[in-house]
DNA sequence: AAAGCATGCCACC
DNA sequence: TGGTGGCCCTGCTT
């Protein structure tokens, strides 16, 4: 009997998706082991590298802790393994009865379920949004005047010198666009007529006043209810920018929800929901060339929103100027920054050398210190303990330092604080968002981790480790999980899981939700955050899309 | 329409 | 250490 039930119940339990990686891994495991579909069975090409990652040795040395204590595996083994010894007792009923079972399972087999169940969740999946920018403005192309050859127009050909190797092991700047020119840059969007004005609402919208954080901290039932509440719709989904979002913030503002994410071009997209400007609300700007590693509005001048990118660049997009102005400049490299004064005048800026600087926007040009880190090429985040201000926490390679910015010096500098258990590089570290009292971190081990930073003691001591999938792969931009500014200890999280999910978490490392819709949510959304004040989430997609959960 | 292509990551050897 | 191979989304082109 089992033998039909346990491959509906993996049918169902799939199409359920309460499935991980992991626990299909064992369940195919056992029905294999069974004699059940042998070959169908297998992992589909979607599924079948979860398997393979495990491979990697973090993963290894872990993997035992997903799999189901051996009694219960065997348990629910048992009328199958010990079905065939049972046959000779069997009336002429019962084992037609099993043949017949035996049949369907031949026949379920045979018509390649699992690959047809895939299939069928890729015909139907929803298109995607067609709100914000259109194709014709994602893709605007040149007309050229048309060409003729030499040939053609008769005129004898000249001898054209091949244009010199190019130099350098960076590849991309062979394909790349040249970096913007320093100094403010107009701040003309590039999908609406040339020479029209910035809508006028955008710098009303802008210029609200950000609310008074009352941050009303719910216990965790409250808190889960209002997460609960909040929704996604077609109206919530738009293509904000060109290509794959590699970050995105939301404004401060209350009366409406406006959102900035900047791509992997170096363009940055505005959108109000619900705006009439723009493509559906959408104005896109081309600030920087290449990546928008992170970005964040002044919360003293929300007029302000600050973007850094790889190309070397960090600006300040100015809506009451309508300029992109000069924040800071290397030549390439720029990782991420972070405001490190209340009136957001000083800024910690980290570049993938391994150095951070100091940076105040008030003095011009370049005036900081730097510090060079003990392991180069390694820096992925920064982040400003939210009280003290002199606090800052580093994403170095396998360990996460807490440094003092009155203490730096030119090199080796001494951590306050060092977190220690990363078996892989780390991409995220972040203070918690009212007391810095934890640090929360996204790992390549597959792993994210609380630490307990109240002490501030040399060694943090690791509060909480929570397993999550974090093999997005070349083509996504990596997870990190991020608390919500509202909430001490909860925070939001990207999952590769199917169908598409964006979860949040208690501390504790407990689930308290997992966002999902299968109208309006049907990729990898790795880029996610909280509205400051609002209760409202978006989450940032491989194709320039924008997602809003709001109540 | 189905298939191919492009694609700024990481860990491992 | 640099080179290599696997990651496996999405949108657009052929």
């Not at 509906?8 to 891994?25: F, H, V, Y």
């Not at 139907?124 to 403005?137: D, E, I, M, V, W």
């Amino acid at each position: 009997m089992s033998a039909l039930m346990s491959l509906s119940k993996l049918l169902t339990r799939d199409t359920l998706q309460e499935m991980t990686p992991e626990n299909l891994e064992a369940t195919v495991r056992r029905s294999s082991r069974n004699g059940l579909a042998p070959k169908r069975l297998q992992y589909s090409p979607e599924e079948e590298t979860p398997k393979k990652k495990r491979k990697t040795k973090a993963v290894a040395e872990n993997g035992s802790q997903n799999k189901k204590p051996k009694d219960e595996e065997d348990a629910e083994n048992n009328d199958v393994e010990h079905a065939p010894e049972e046959y000779g007792r069997l009336s002429a009923y019962e084992l037609e009865r099993l043949e017949n079972i035996r049949q369907n399972q031949a026949f379920l087999s045979s018509i390649n379920l699992f690959q047809a169940t895939e299939e069928f969740k890729q015909l139907t999946r929803p298109k995607p949004s067609q709100r914000g920018l259109t194709r014709a403005h994602a893709a605007v192309k040149e007309v050229l005047p048309p060409r003729k050859s030499l040939r053609l127009q008769k005129k004898e050909a000249e001898i054209l010198e091949l244009p010199p190797e190019p130099r350098g092991t960076l590849i991309y700047e062979q394909s790349s666009p040249a970096k913007k020119p320093s100094g403010p840059l107009p701040m003309d969007p590039v999908n609406v007529e040339e020479g029209s004005k910035l809508p006028p609402q955008l710098l009303e919208l802008c210029s609200e006043d950000a609310k008074e954080d009352k941050k009303i901290q719910l216990d965790l039932k409250g808190y889960r209810s209002s997460v609960k509440n909040m929704k996604i719709n077609e109206d919530k989904v738009a293509k904000v920018v060109k290509d794959r979002i590699f970050s995105a913030t939301f404004h401060p503002c209350t009366s409406s929800l406006l959102l900035a994410a900047g791509d992997k071009w170096g363009k940055v997209g505005l959108w109000k929901l619900g705006g009439d400007w723009g493509d559906d609300g959408v104005l896109l700007f081309q600030p920087h060339t290449r990546p928008v590693g992170c970005m964040a509005f002044s919360r003293s001048h929300p007029t302000q929103l600050l973007s850094l990118s790889y190309d070397g660049s960090l600006r300040c997009m100015d809506v009451e100027k309508a300029v992109f102005d000069d924040v800071y400049d290397i030549e390439d490299g720029l990782k991420t920054f972070d405001f490190m004064s209340h009136d957001c005048s000083t800024l910690v800026v980290g570049n993938w050398y391994g150095e951070v600087a100091i940076v105040d926007r008030r003095t011009p040009g370049n005036s900081h210190e730097s510090l060079h880190t003990l392991d180069p090429k390694t820096l992925r985040c920064v982040n400003v303990h939210p009280l003290q201000k002199q606090y800052f926490v580093v994403a170095e390679s396998k360990v996460v330092s807490i440094y003092d910015s009155r203490n730096l010096k030119k090199t080796k500098s001494q951590a306050v604080s060092q977190l220690h258990g990363h078996s892989l590089s780390i991409s995220s570290a972040y203070f918690s968002p009212c007391t810095g009292n934890r640090v929360l971190t996204s790992c390549m081990d597959n792993n994210i981790r609380i630490y307990d930073t109240s002490t501030m003691t040399t060694k943090s001591p690791l509060l909480t480790t929570i397993r999550h999938d974090m093999q997005t792969g070349r083509w996504l931009t990596k997870l990190s999980a991020v608390w919500d500014p509202k909430q001490e200890d909860c925070f939001v999280v990207g999952s590769m899981m199917k169908p598409r999910r964006v979860q949040v978490f208690h501390e504790s490392g407990q689930l308290q939700h997992s966002f999902m819709d299968s109208e309006n949510l049907s990729t990898v959304l790795s880029v996610t955050a909280f509205h400051p004040t609002r209760n409202a989430l978006l989450g940032g997609n491989a194709s320039g899309r924008l997602h809003v959960f709001s109540d």
